[in-house]
DNA sequence: GATTAATTTAAACGGGTGTTTAAATTAAAT
DNA sequence: ATTTAATTTAAACACCCGTTTAAATTAATC
């Protein structure tokens, strides 16, 4: 039993860095074995089949993110004053990091995983999530309504998915931009960095009044 | 000679839209010809490589698009009030709105074509782009960094990268997104509908003050 | 109209893909 | 210790891929 669940491990862990880093059609399972050094055939034997191997590596992720997300923004939501989009943006940064010390470099590989999916399965994920996490995905959403209550349902959720457009480009590029903005301005982040780079940025376009001409 | 470009451009106007669709990799030659009614060799001979036809698809649409986006662009800057952010953003409303001219949803293509390559060539097109088009870029760049002098430039390189990603990940899932917007909200937006969303967004975004603590 | 060049075509090539199979091995249970 | 179950393994399967080839066809030139 022992072996069983290394093997999965193994695995899981060679999937994940790299459908991070080239997609998940870009990586086969030749290459995912050789890396994970188990047998081709252990895929699967031990996950079925390529898509549910995806499904897998997303949801070990999910499931450690999502609750906590859900309850520091429940921490936020119930404090006496209405927290500002800052705040519930920012509460979501302690679970993301949290990420790494799951694993190396989790965080980014969490949300590159997660950028990847939403572009490359054409709404696959996006149902998956949401039927999944749904519940966690409302706390969430409810929190940044009622932080912004002059924005109408349907502006924000426009603005909810610019904002995931935002955060998860960025990561699924954040190599090649940190590559670029050390050379061309001394700049070295880490994922961190990034992620408190990018959280004005969305706070501010999540907020903006809507146009009325 | 007449049937060689009309090949060449039936491969062209295929290859992009399924290239939009499913991404480049996810796109065989086989299906491209097979929609373009022509033989498959005839790729590898007016085109050499699978890799050039893409770089032929993507330029096909920067040569209109960027050329006349600096136009707008100058005309912005030249005027004698400094234009606002969101003017900036909105003078590439036309050249995009353009390319849906020259093709049926050529504007949503073009988007979603530069979203699936910035993500899928890990580099590649970001190189091309400057390379081949850096004195458009630049006039845009410079336009925006006037309209927002109080953002440092490797702020405003990292803020501009976050606008590409909300524009083009946005761009990339508008199909789905419409749908869910249609059914939850009885909303029903075209490509420009879209695009007037998300500038002041991004404007808001780009320009909002540096946090100094 | 004959000759040359450009294009189209069908077929094959070599290689990579996810998946399946059946035998060999290891672990667990009786 | 023997039987049963779980896992690992090497090999093959069937299929799709981008590219190349050489002959057939069409167009352009002299």
Redesign the interface.
């Known amino acids: 039993m022992a072996s069983r669940t290394d093997t999965k491990t193994r695995i899981l862990d060679a999937a994940e860095k790299l459908f991070a880093e080239?997609?998940f059609?870009?990586t086969s399972l030749r290459l995912i074995t050789s890396k994970a050094e188990v047998n081709l055939a252990s895929v699967n034997y031990h996950f079925g089949s390529k898509k549910e191997l995806i499904r897998a590596v997303l949801a070990r992720y999910l499931d450690v993110f999502m609750p906590s997300a859900a309850i520091e923004i429940n921490r936020l939501h119930h404090a006496p004053e209405h927290a500002s989009l800052n705040e519930i943006f920012s509460a979501l940064i302690k679970p993301l990091l949290e990420l790494n010390k799951v694993r190396n470099g989790g965080t980014i590989i969490f949300l590159q995983l997660l950028?990847?999916g939403?572009?490359?399965s054409?709404?696959h994920l996006?149902w998956f999530i949401t039927t999944h996490y749904g519940e966690h995905l409302a706390t969430f959403v409810k929190a940044v309504a009622a932080s912004a209550p002059h924005i109408p349902?349907?502006?924000m959720?426009?603005?909810l998915?610019?904002t995931?457009?935002?955060?998860?480009?960025?990561m699924?590029?954040a190599d090649?931009?940190n590559e670029?903005?050390a050379a061309?301005?001394g700049?070295h982040n880490n994922t961190e960095a990034?992620i408190r780079?990018?959280i004005?940025?969305?706070?501010?376009?999540?907020?903006?009044p809507?146009?009325t001409n």
Chains 1, 2 share one sequence.
Do not use: C, N
């Not at 995931?164 to 960025?170: A, D, M, N, Q, R």
């Not at 004005?200 to 903006?208: D, E, K, S």
């Open positions: 080239r997609g059609s870009e950028g990847r939403y572009i490359e054409q709404g996006r349902p349907a502006e959720f426009w603005r998915h610019f995931l457009g935002t955060i998860v480009f960025t699924a590029s090649a931009l670029i903005a061309d301005y700049e990034i780079k990018v004005p940025y969305m706070a501010a376009g999540v907020a903006v809507v146009l």
